[in-house]
């Protein structure tokens, strides 16, 4: 069983940055592949950005290619999102999840954290 914690989100203007953080317990989070997704109001939860369990391959939505980066450190158990120039349309909450041994392709992760919200006034 992992449980993620997610944090960071926060109220910025458009072209700001925030870096996400999904805290993970557990003592074999270098093996879990993690994924970044957002679900804004009305619409349905999308996929953003993933990151292999071995951190070699990355996956982004086109939306944030060039502009969000994930990356992790195994000896926080933590995975983040970088998001940089910063949209309206970037407003949703955030949230992370993880797969043992997922890729960043085609994963169905298995557990889910409870979300942070950002938002991205004009």
């Known amino acids: 069983q992992v449980q993620l914690v997610e944090s960071g989100g926060g109220l910025v203007q458009a072209g700001a940055s925030l870096r996400l953080s999904c805290a993970a317990s557990?003592?074999?989070?270098?093996?879990?592949?993690m994924g970044w997704f957002r679900q804004a109001p009305g619409k349905e939860r999308e996929f953003v950005a993933a990151?292999?369990?071995?951190?070699?391959?990355?996956l982004y939505t086109d939306s944030v290619k060039g502009r969000f980066t994930i990356f992790r450190d195994n000896a926080k158990n933590t995975v983040y999102l970088q998001m940089n120039s910063l949209k309206p349309e970037d407003t949703a909450v955030y949230y992370c999840?993880?797969?043992?041994?997922?890729?960043?392709?085609?994963?169905?992760?298995?557990?889910w954290g409870q979300g942070t919200q950002v938002t991205v006034s004009s």
């Open positions: 999840a993880a797969k043992r041994f997922g890729s960043a392709y085609g994963v169905s992760y298995d557990y």
């Open positions: 557990g003592s074999d989070f270098r093996y879990y592949g």
């Open positions: 990151l292999s369990w071995d951190g070699i391959r990355t």
